[in-house]
Antibody, heavy 119, light 105 residues
Framework: EVQLLESGGGLVQPGGSLRLSCAAS????????MYWVRQSPGKGLEWVSA????????AYTDSVKGRFTISRDNSKNMQYLQMNSLRADDTAVYYC????????????WGQGILVTVSS | AIQMTQSPSSLSASVGDRVTITCRAS??????LGWYQQKPGKAPKLLIS???SLQSGVPSRFSGSGSGTDFTLTISSLQPEDFATYYC????????FGGGTTVEI
């Protein structure tokens, strides 16, 4: 069974930093592009960042460019999201995911982790 | 960035109704589109991949169609468990979600 388990969320003050982790099991992690998707309270889903299978390519939505950094460690089946200069509008549930929109296979999501940015 | 315009944002329907949700892409995305169902407090669940392929285990009352810029999710006969929010997602270039459609029974 595939499991994606996020950790590292919590309450942080505006301007602060937080590092999210995602532990993957039950899949050949190094074969998958990995994503972070977030959902602000009562709002829709928003793609945040993506990282290629080997980690050599990354992409970000415009609102987090220069503040967030995605990374992965294939030897540990882990991906990370380093979030700096956090703002109130970064408050959201953050999901770790693989996306199977094209293939119909391998669409897996974690349970989500809440990040609250507030003073 | 590719924009996805989803409509309606919400709808009220009765059990047995036929429901249609649409998504329009700001540029052609072939069939690189999926439809997700999300229930409160849960992660999204993929219903339809590649615009029209029903995922294993998803009831056949769900169907998807379209290619290029215009896509449709249809629920042929709404059931009580279909109360949820539905999102389209393009992965032609990066990812973009539609704004969501809340289906109220």
């Amino acid at each position: 069974e595939v499991q994606l388990l996020e950790s590292g969320g919590g309450l942080v003050q505006p301007g602060g930093s937080l590092r999210l982790s995602c532990a993957a099991s039950g899949l050949t992690f190094s074969n998958f592009v990995m994503y972070w998707v977030r959902q602000s309270p009562g709002k829709g889903l928003e793609w945040v960042s993506a990282i290629s299978e080997s980690g050599d390519r990354t992409a970000y939505t415009d609102s987090v460019k220069g503040r967030f950094t995605i990374s992965r460690d294939n030897s540990k089946n882990m991906q990370y999201l380093q979030m700096n200069s956090l703002r109130a509008d970064d408050t959201a549930v953050y999901y770790c995911a693989t996306i199977g929109v094209r293939s119909g296979r391998s669409d897996y999501w974690g349970q989500g982790i809440l990040v609250t940015v507030s003073s | 960035a590719i924009q996805m315009t989803q409509s309606p944002s919400s709808l009220s329907a009765s059990v047995g109704d036929r429901v249609t949700i649409t998504c329009r892409a700001s540029q052609g995305i072939r069939n690189d589109l999926g439809w997700y169902q999300q229930k409160p407090g849960k992660a999204p669940k993929l219903l339809i991949s590649a615009a029209s392929s029903l995922q294993s285990g998803v009831p056949s009352r769900f169907s998807g169609s379209g290619s290029g810029t215009d896509f449709t999710l249809t629920i042929s006969s709404l059931q009580p468990e279909d109360f949820a929010t539905y999102y389209c997602l393009q992965d032609h270039t990066d990812l973009t979600f539609g704004g969501g459609t809340t289906v109220e029974i």
